[in-house]
């Protein structure tokens, strides 16, 4: 029985992390969703419904060379500002390729930028205390 929870565990741990959150501003939902796996995180940023949205990578130098990360609009162009922002953000942060998607129905894209970061910083949070009970 104890090899049996161990590898239940073990399965446990390989498997993607998902963290749903959501914020209410200027009544407007704004929404999170968080996916990380062992080598990337994923971060899809929208407004009043979960919505693919314009898409940006970003990856992170190896820590032995200096200087900012790569990042790139793989999808989409009418949030790129914001989307390769967060994702330079995210990569910077996690260490990790970092895809962000924003999708932004009516308010622009500088109105939305605080809320996002907002959600951002929350699921990383979020993250970062699930890993602190593990240890």
């Not at 996916?35 to 979960?50: F, G, T």
């Not at 959600?119 to 602190?132: F, Q, S, T, Y």
Request: charged content about 30%.
């Amino acid at each position: 029985m104890e090899n049996w929870d161990r590898a239940l565990e073990e399965a446990k741990n390989g498997r993607a992390k998902v963290i749903k959150e959501e914020l209410v501003e200027q009544d407007t939902r704004f929404l999170a969703v968080y996916v990380e796996a062992k080598n990337s995180c994923l971060i899809l940023l929208s407004e009043r419904e979960d919505k693919l949205g314009t898409l940006a990578v970003a990856v992170p130098k190896p820590k032995d060379l200096l200087g900012p990360v790569s990042s790139s609009v793989l999808l989409g162009d009418k949030n790129a500002v914001s989307a390769r922002m967060f994702a330079e953000l995210v990569a910077a942060k996690k260490g990790k390729i970092a895809l962000v998607s924003i999708y932004l129905d009516r308010l622009s894209e500088m109105q939305a930028q605080a809320f996002f970061m907002h959600l951002i910083e929350k699921v990383i949070k979020m993250d970062d205390e699930k890993e602190a009970t593990k240890i």
